[in-house]
C-alpha cells in the first residue's frame, strides 16, 4: 500500500514537499515515480527514482525545481517540489513497479491514492 501526503495550497514561487509512505513493500524494491493530473487533462509522468536509487528522471517541466529522493530507513518517497508554478496545479500520486524504470502509467503495479496540490498566482 502506497499513501501519498502533502500537497494543499501553495502561491507561485513556493515549495512544497510531497511524501510517499509504503506498507507491505519496500521501496528499495522497486522503481518508484511520482505522476500527476491536472483537471481536464491526461495523467503524465512527474519523476522517477530507480530499483538501485542510483538514477533518477524527470519531466521536462519540473527539470530543475522538483526532485525525488527515498529514505529507506523510513520506507518513503518524497517529491520535493520548488519554484511552484500555477501549471503544477494537479493531483499528485505515486507508483510503484518491479523492474527497469518506465516512463507509462500503466506500466506501474501499485498506486497510491493522490494528494491535491493547487498552486495560485
Known amino acids: 500500500q502506497l499513501q501519498a501526503s502533502g500537497g494543499g495550497l501553495a502561491q507561485a514561487g513556493d515549495s512544497l514537499r510531497l511524501s510517499c509512505a509504503a506498507s507491505?513493500?519496500?521501496?528499495?524494491?522497486?522503481?518508484m515515480a511520482w505522476f500527476r493530473q491536472a483537471p481536464g487533462k491526461e495523467r503524465e509522468f512527474v519523476a522517477l527514482?530507480?530499483?538501485?536509487?542510483?538514477?533518477?528522471d524527470y519531466a521536462d517541466s519540473v527539470k530543475g525545481r522538483f526532485t525525488i529522493s527515498r529514505d529507506g530507513a523510513k520506507n518513503t518517497v518524497y517529491l520535493q517540489m520548488n519554484n511552484l508554478k500555477p501549471e503544477d496545479t494537479a493531483v499528485y500520486s505515486c507508483?510503484?513497479?518491479?523492474?527497469?524504470?518506465?516512463?507509462?502509467?500503466?506500466?506501474?503495479?501499485?498506486w497510491g491514492q493522490g494528494t491535491l496540490v493547487t498552486v495560485s498566482s
Open positions: 507491505g513493500r519496500t521501496v528499495d524494491s522497486y522503481t
Open positions: 527514482i530507480s530499483l538501485s536509487g542510483t538514477s533518477t
Open positions: 507508483a510503484a513497479k518491479l523492474g527497469f524504470p518506465r516512463y507509462s502509467a500503466d506500466r506501474y503495479d501499485y
